[in-house]
């Protein structure tokens, strides 16, 4: 069996973060690890608080995974703190890790900010780089870019930036009253493609991105080439959303276990 492993903040409502990448990660066919940055009080409305663990025991909890159970894919979620982004990247680079996916996580769906922003610049710095592919939704690749995205055209100008910049794959979300549910791929040798995605009329979107974002570091683990990982996680997010969970009191979860439902 593959393996992968993600790196990223607990949610306590089970929605995003590390308990969605876990079950993502299983229903995409690979055993899932993970290595906790932060504990978070959150639900369905929003996070009420933010405990981050600390830079030596992230360190020891990634050491302790590549020892024993090498992953095949890494997925890196919510880092707040610069300290811990540093750390992830040292330890990462020490075990030579391969199919890192970066979903730079900066504002929950709530609207409630989840990055310190002096973390910013060492997300920019330290991870970028060696990542395969960064999924940033609209409002992540204008920070990433420096510039405003308003139109089509606007997204594939700051996706080739980031990309010339960082020398990953980009994968820009559309969404946010922009595009739809398309995604933009830009590859480092200059490559756009397009996946097309229709839009689920369903409020409950909850860790959509740490969706995504896992599925696709599942796939690839698997083997999978980036486009075919990306078409696959994309169908399954659908499938997630077009089940219709209705939890919680604000933007609830979307059910990662639907294929088991569809099999009752």
């Known amino acids: 069996m593959k393996t992968a492993l993600s790196i990223a903040g607990s949610d306590s409502s ?36 933010i405990l981050n663990v600390p830079a030596e025991f992230l360190a020891k909890q990634i050491d302790a995974v590549f020892e024993d159970i090498r992953p095949d894919a890494v997925k890196i979620g919510m880092v707040s703190s610069a300290e811990l982004i540093e750390t992830i990247a ?11 996916v970066v979903d730079p996580v ?18 920019k710095e330290k991870l970028l780089p060696i990542a395969r592919v960064v999924t940033p939704n609209i409002p992540e690749a204008e920070v990433l870019s420096g510039m405003k995205i308003e139109t089509k055209q606007d997204m594939e100008t700051a996706s080739k930036q980031i ?28 490559t756009l493609r397009w996946f097309e995605g229709k839009r689920i009329d369903n409020p409950n979107t909850h860790g959509t991105g740490c969706t995504l974002s896992s599925a696709i570091a599942a796939n690839l683990a698997k083997g999978a080439p980036l486009d075919e990982a990306i078409r696959r996680a994309k169908e399954y997010l659908s499938g997630a959303l077009a089940d219709m969970l209705d939890l919680g009191h604000g933007s609830g979860p979307m059910n990662h276990a639907y294929l088991l439902s569809c099999n009752e």
């Open 14 to 49: 089970g929605g995003a973060g590390i308990q969605a990448d876990l079950k993502t990660m299983t229903m995409n066919g690979v055993y899932a690890m993970s290595a906790v940055t932060a504990l978070t009080a959150q639900n369905t409305t929003g996070v009420t608080a």
């Open 163 to 190: 990309c010339a910049q960082y020398r990953c794959a980009v994968l820009c979300k559309g969404g946010h009253s922009l595009n739809d549910a398309n995604d933009l791929l830009c590859t480092p040798d200059g």
């Open 90 to 100: 040292k330890r990462l680079c020490a075990h030579h890790a391969v199919n890192i």
């Open 106 to 123: 900066m504002i929950a769906t709530s609207g409630a900010r989840l990055i310190d922003p002096a973390a910013v610049s060492a997300l």
